[in-house]
């Protein structure tokens, strides 16, 4: 399986009680040993999600078992699925069709002889993005990642709000258009209406091709219908947009601010910050936050 990144930042004999953060998305596997915000050693490489179910299993494990050492306590780790917390058991997993009921939890904590915490991939994000991604005084954050899929992450009242089954902020599920949400706000937007694919479009864009800058001013408005039910239904006072595809904000952020002159209450949007994440760790710290 070929590794596309991997370092040591801050190797200190003395970290106690290290935690490692697994991000498992829809094609790529980070895994980190991390020291409250800061990052010891990480890896990140692509994967292969439709294999067997324990061929994934068997690449989370040797991703972690990389960064293994004696001050690690624990693993978290974040999915892209709706996920049983409490008993770590992994349902109809995005991306990955072998699991449909993966116990990861008791199979990694098997492995491991550690304690394994689990959630959801957008709700690892937002965690991180909460506590180490400098928004002051904030209490109210919604967390959009926009990548294979589109993900929505909440923090309410200063706490991760995951709904009673973890799958509060599922909205990409909507429908909308000829299909739903996710399809027209994450790079299933390239490949399903342009026949193409987020790095081609973005490299285009980049060369200030027409073409794609154009696709950009469609994705933004599109964006800012899903932008707008977050508004709606939680009126956070920041949203965060993360994921692979806001690497290309700067070409759809002035369509999209342009499409929300039209949300019935200006005064709320007005009142909502709009950013950029600035950390691409946030999702493997936010998986091990679930141990704070």
């Given at each position: 399986?070929?590794?596309?990144?991997?370092?040591?930042?801050?190797?200190?004999?003395?970290?106690?009680?290290?935690?490692?953060?697994?991000?498992?998305?829809?094609?790529?596997?980070?895994?980190?040993?991390?020291?409250?915000?800061?990052?010891?050693?990480?890896?990140?490489?692509?994967?292969?999600?439709?294999?067997?179910?324990?061929?994934?299993?068997?690449?989370?494990?040797?991703?972690?078992?990389?960064?293994?050492?004696?001050?690690?306590?624990?693993?978290?780790?974040?999915?892209?699925?709706?996920?049983?917390?409490?008993?770590?058991?992994?349902?109809?997993?995005?991306?990955?069709?072998?699991?449909?009921?993966?116990?990861?939890?008791?199979?990694?904590?098997?492995?491991?002889?550690?304690?394994?915490?689990?959630?959801?991939?957008?709700?690892?994000?937002?965690?991180?993005?909460?506590?180490?991604?400098?928004?002051?005084?904030?209490?109210?954050?919604?967390?959009?990642?926009?990548?294979?899929?589109?993900?929505?992450?909440?923090?309410?009242?200063?706490?991760?709000?995951?709904?009673?089954?973890?799958?509060?902020?599922?909205?990409?599920?909507?429908?909308?258009?000829?299909?739903?949400?996710?399809?027209?706000?994450?790079?299933?937007?390239?490949?399903?209406?342009?026949?193409?694919?987020?790095?081609?479009?973005?490299?285009?864009?980049?060369?200030?091709?027409?073409?794609?800058?154009?696709?950009?001013?469609?994705?933004?408005?599109?964006?800012?219908?899903?932008?707008?039910?977050?508004?709606?239904?939680?009126?956070?006072?920041?949203?965060?947009?993360?994921?692979?595809?806001?690497?290309?904000?700067?070409?759809?952020?002035?369509?999209?601010?342009?499409?929300?002159?039209?949300?019935?209450?200006?005064?709320?949007?007005?009142?909502?910050?709009?950013?950029?994440?600035?950390n691409p760790n946030s999702p493997v710290l936010g998986a091990a936050a679930l141990f704070?």
């Open positions: 399986m070929p590794t596309f990144s991997s370092n040591n930042i801050s190797e200190n004999k003395n970290l106690m009680n290290s935690i490692i953060g697994v991000d498992l998305g829809g094609t790529k596997l980070h895994v980190a040993r991390t020291q409250g915000a800061q990052i010891a050693s990480q890896s990140r490489q692509l994967y292969d999600a439709n294999a067997s179910a324990e061929a994934v299993l068997q690449t989370i494990i040797e991703g972690i078992e990389r960064h293994l050492s004696p001050e690690v306590k624990g693993i978290g780790i974040g999915v892209p699925s709706v996920v049983d917390p409490h008993r770590g058991i992994v349902y109809e997993a995005a991306n990955i069709p072998a699991w449909r009921e993966m116990h990861l939890k008791d199979r990694l904590e098997s492995h491991f002889n550690l304690p394994v915490k689990i959630n959801n991939d957008v709700n690892c994000f937002s965690l991180g993005e909460y506590h180490y991604g400098n928004w002051q005084n904030t209490q109210d954050m919604v967390c959009i990642s926009l990548g294979t899929g589109m993900g929505v992450g909440l923090i309410l009242a200063g706490k991760l709000y995951t709904g009673q089954t973890c799958g509060a902020g599922e909205l990409g599920e909507l429908p909308y258009g000829d299909s739903k949400l996710e399809n027209y706000c994450s790079g299933q937007f390239f490949s399903r209406y342009y026949n193409s694919n987020g790095t081609d479009v973005f490299n285009r864009a980049t060369q200030g091709d027409a073409a794609a800058l154009e696709i950009y001013n469609t994705f933004g408005e599109h964006l800012a219908h899903a932008l707008s039910t977050v508004l709606l239904a939680y009126n956070p006072q920041i949203v965060v947009i993360g994921g692979s595809v806001s690497y290309a904000y700067d070409f759809f952020i002035d369509s999209l601010h342009k499409s929300m002159q039209t949300f019935p209450f200006q005064s709320v949007w007005q009142a909502t910050r709009l950013v950029k994440s600035q704070q």
